[in-house]
């Protein structure tokens, strides 16, 4: 999408116009002499359709009277005290959202605060921009359809590809200083879209390989990235995470990206997220229901790739390494066994009760070697872990476990000013408790109770006393309901929210 800034001055425009309407709120002035111009139609037709700026209301006027335009298109932007950050944002998806559901795809949008509310008119521009942007994303790159093909002897025309917009004037008072903004915010939003790539892709496409290759095409920003082939990883020790993918023909790899953005020296922030590129879950086989979902277990390790692409976007100002853990969990003659004993990366032996419970083993590997090898300052996983997770916070928080209150706090605010919400849940011994076992020192499953503080359980005897944070994404970051931001499968979430959490808390 080609977005350009324009003086706001250069109204009337020709083609579509869009602008954004408070509830009860007042037609900008642009809008006001436009109306004058055309004897009142603009307002007659607001209140023929009875709007009043609530949110999800719209007027859409074709060719208004005496004005050169094809079309006015005023959307609701509801609340003026909802409109925070995050509440822009949501406005400029909707704003999109409408725009393609007409099938527009070239607009100019008049992009200035409602009044009454405090906000410089760049940043209103930048936020709306950037929701605007968020959500005109398709993923239709395996979709063939020809525009409005005849369909052979039915003679019924195809279904035609969903839209997307093609180019944005987005008209303000200080287009330079506007275009500024969105330049800064530009590569957040990319970011986001190649997470909602990853996630979207089929497992057939996107296997443990083919994703670090994507990771390396990341140099080009400036990231330093590492992949950790099979070998390579044997002889590091990765035992926990080589049982997982030992039964699958497209072998593990650990992808390590690093961005140093920070002071010199400075122990970073590290992100690790579970990878899994395909969950069938191996000799403890998932049913067959559903089990196309799982090509979205590697939702976590999209989400640091992203985060990690975003802060070399930005140039941002903090050290910090992601480390993803990529395989895939196959049943074969080679696969591994319920009751298998393996040993992971950090010397403790695991036995492996159940192996669908395999983003643990994958996790523990990698938390370890992110703790002996980068000393970080903290840790933050991110993983499609469980399906209890699902059960407790259904799609509207991800789960959240901690050692560290102050690191709660900060993950939990990013989460309320980006809308990628996280609710921390308990951890304890008597939990710790439920994944001793007889032989080994742990087991990979707890009892059915709990089942996603566990699972967490079991991550924290991987990083000793080392600050550190897991989000629980199996209800947030796969099988999206539809936003004002996202429409499709994969939303790339958590991208924003450790964007959001490393630029209030990190840098500066
Ligand atoms: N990838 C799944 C968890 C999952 C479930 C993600 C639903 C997204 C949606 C994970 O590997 C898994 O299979 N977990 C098991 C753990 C159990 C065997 C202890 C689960 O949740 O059933
Ligand atoms: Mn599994
Ligand atoms: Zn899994």
Avoid at 456 to 475: C, M, N, S, Y
Wanted: glycine residues 12%; hydrophobic residues 40%.
């Amino acid at each position: 999408m080609k977005i350009t800034f324009s003086d706001r001055k250069e109204l009337p425009v020709e083609g579509c116009l869009v602008a954004a309407i408070a509830k009860d709120g007042k037609l900008p002035e642009e809008l006001r002499e436009m109306d004058e111009k055309g004897g009142g139609q603009i307002s007659r037709a607001m209140k023929a359709a009875s709007f009043d700026g609530a949110k999800g209301s719209v007027v859409d006027i074709p060719a208004p009277h005496g004005l050169e335009l094809d079309r006015l298109l005023l959307v609701g932007a509801g609340d003026v005290d909802d409109l925070d950050a995050w509440g822009i944002e949501c406005l400029g998806g909707r704003i999109a959202g409408t725009l393609m559901d007409r099938k527009v795809t070239e607009v100019s949008i008049l992009a200035m605060p409602p009044e009454g509310l405090e906000m410089p008119a760049t940043e209103w521009a930048m936020r709306i921009t950037s929701g605007m942007a968020l959500r005109n994303y398709v993923f239709d790159r395996y979709k063939s359809d020809k525009k409005g093909e005849e369909n052979g002897e039915s003679g019924k025309k195809k279904k035609e590809k969903k839209k997307k917009l093609s180019a944005v004037t987005v008209l303000v008072e200080e287009p330079q200083s506007a275009e500024k903004a969105w330049q800064e915010r530009a590569g957040l939003v990319a970011a986001v879209h190649m997470a909602r790539d990853l996630v979207n892709e089929p497992g057939n496409v996107l296997y443990p390989a083919e994703f670090a290759r994507r990771v390396k095409e990341l140099e080009n920003l400036g990231l330093e990235v590492e992949v950790l082939d099979e070998k390579k990883l044997e002889t590091l020790g990765f035992g926990a995470l080589l049982a997982v993918g030992q039964g699958s023909a497209n072998a593990p790899r650990v992808a390590v990206m690093k961005w140093n953005g920070g002071k010199e020296g400075k122990a970073p922030v590290a992100f690790v997220g579970k990878g899994v590129t395909f969950d069938s879950g191996g000799i403890s086989i998932k049913p067959s229901q559903g089990m196309e979902d799982m090509k979205g277990d590697m939702a976590g390790a999209a989400a640091v790739t992203g985060v990690m692409r975003a802060l070399a976007a930005r140039k941002a100002k903090v050290n910090a390494v992601g480390i993803i853990g990529l395989v895939e969990n196959m049943p074969d003659g080679r696969a591994q066994r319920p009751g298998d004993v393996v040993k992971s990366l950090s010397g403790q032996t695991i036995a492996v009760l159940n192996t669908d419970a395999e983003g643990r083993l994958v996790l523990a590997d990698c938390l370890t070697y992110a703790r002996d090898t980068f000393k970080p300052a903290l840790m933050i996983d991110l993983a499609t872990l469980t399906g209890a997770i699902l059960v407790a916070l259904g799609k509207e928080y991800a789960g959240l476990f901690s050692n560290d209150d102050d690191l709660s706090e900060a993950l939990r605010k990013a989460g309320e000013n980006t809308g990628e919400k996280v609710w921390r849940l308990p951890l304890g011994k008597a939990y710790d408790k439920l994944i001793d076992h007889e032989v080994a020192d742990m087991k990979n499953i707890g009892g059915r109770n709990a089942g996603s503080i566990t699972a967490a359980q079991f991550l924290k005897r991987f990083v000793e006393d080392t600050p550190w944070a897991h989000i629980d994404v199996a209800g947030t970051a796969m099988a999206a309901e539809k936003s004002d931001i996202n429409t499709s499968w994969g939303p790339g979430w958590g991208v924003r929210l450790l964007d959001a959490f490393v630029r209030d808390r990190e840098e500066g």
